[in-house]
């Protein structure tokens, strides 16, 4: 379907036309006097310089012949010489009608869908997961789901940091703690046991120890370089060992992510590509890309335009280990090899955008990917306390993601309990997803690449700019359609009318926006275009609410009109939601 502002614009051009203008002159925007009117074209006032006329003349002229129009029910030129315009209820009846009946409400999905990479998540096993990671995952998926609803095949893919330092330093430590376990033993030639000598909290202990004795200790850090090396060059032992880690970390990331209702289509991580390193390594030097500095390997990636210092892209260390950015460049390597993507879209937190920038440019420079490959970087900025510092627990420690959720399940838990008399058990499911919902939209709302404020009282109001209040709209219209098949009528059998009120013609009218909303939150990868998107609804839709008896409405035909529209509203509003990756109770 096109976009509503398209076949306005349209219609506006065929009047400029008419009255002897250049048509491109007839362009309509949404009014920025919605007071005054619905929409508006300034067209004649970049008229008046072509046709040295006052713009009012040319105005005039266009208002004039649109007195007949099938979409608008007034256009009218005001001095200087806007046209404001007004669309007839027929039209925009009509074309919610047409919406309703499509498939995804009239959003065409494109001829050649792109194939697209998202790198999002990027945990770091054996650590657990804190609130640092929140953003990665929740902007991730969502970029990820609204690409998908434009049409495009997306390949979200989780990029565990499964290989560096911090394996040797857990290796390590196990061996000072448990040296007599076979994985030491280099005469060892038997099947390693099944079960990993370690749990989860276990692990996550490990890791902090081994890493704060390495920063005191130099001798210890020469022990856990050692082990990464070893490991890195398969020792048997030790291979098995960082199979146990992997698992053990992954099944505890796995609970994570679906709590979150987060999903990874890929699995792979930094080690996936350990293989693709050396061979990478080698043509970058033969075809003359990488130089030796200061013993490094390196690519330099400046470009005469930059007006800061873009560092040299640095390959393999002085002593020939790889890097961050070693496993980043073969791992595009990889994924142009096995999935050929059109597009790669990382999520990361933009502290590293100038290290993303040094890895885009030296793959183009190496000719890794295509010239026509799109990289993109969504850096998203720090999640804040109250006190406007990044947010930690109130111990002043980095709070576990685990954790936040808890609390803020409870929180509500207890919200709901002392609301309404849900039972129990449902009570528990309904805090979990308006828990979910007050999180996500409290980040997606912002522009991911700004700091915010973590402020949980917020988030979890039932009214303002918050999920629960999203929720809280769904909800209440799904009560209202319940009530209706209660009367023993179809909601089904519904149809949309032309609008009776001004407060419907305003939710029509911001319904009918969702094409364009749409589109524009993948084009500028922005979740909070669609959160800006249903808290405007959402508003229409409760005004709209407060102004009119449905229910008691005694016109069968009208109230029918109603309900069709209101089942359409309860749809945007559920696809939007889940294009944020949260989802509505049946009642809160
Ligand atoms: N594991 C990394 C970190 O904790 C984030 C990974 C981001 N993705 C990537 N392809 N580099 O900083």
Redesign the pocket.
Known sequence: MDKLLDVISAEMKNAFEAAGYDRELGKVTVSNRPDLCEYQCNGAMAGAKVYHKAPIMIANDVAAGCADSKVFSGVEAVNPGFLNIKLKEEFIGAYLKEMAASEKFGLESPEKPLKIVI??????VAKPLHV??LR?AVIGESIKRIARYNGHEVIGDI???DWGLQMGLIITELKERKPELPYFDEGFMGEYPEEAPFTISELEEIYPTASGKSKEDPEYKEKAMEATFKLQNGVRGYRALWNHIISVSVADLKKNYENLNVEFDLWKG?SDVHDVIPGMVEYMKKEGYAHESEGALVVDVKEETDTKEIPPCMILKSDGASL?NT??LA?IKERMEKINPDHII????KR?EL??TQ?FRCARKTGLVKPYTGLTFVGFGTMNGKDGKPFKTRQGGVMRLENLLNDINEQMYTKIMNNHEVPEEEARETAKMVALAAIKYGDLSNQASKDYIFDVERFTSFEGDTGPYILYTIVRIKSILNKYRALGKNVEDTDIRKPQGEAEKELMLSIAGFISMMQNAWEEMAPHKVCAYIYDLANAFNHFYHETKILQEEDEEKQAGYIALLKLTKEILETCIDVLGFAAPERM
Do not use: K
């Not at 790198?119 to 770091?124: H, K, M």
């Not at 990382?346 to 937190?349: I, R």
């Open positions: 790198d999002y998540g990027g945990p770091n640092g990671h990665s990029h565990l940091g930094e961050y496993t980043d791992t990382y999520v990361v937190d590293q290290y993303f890895v």
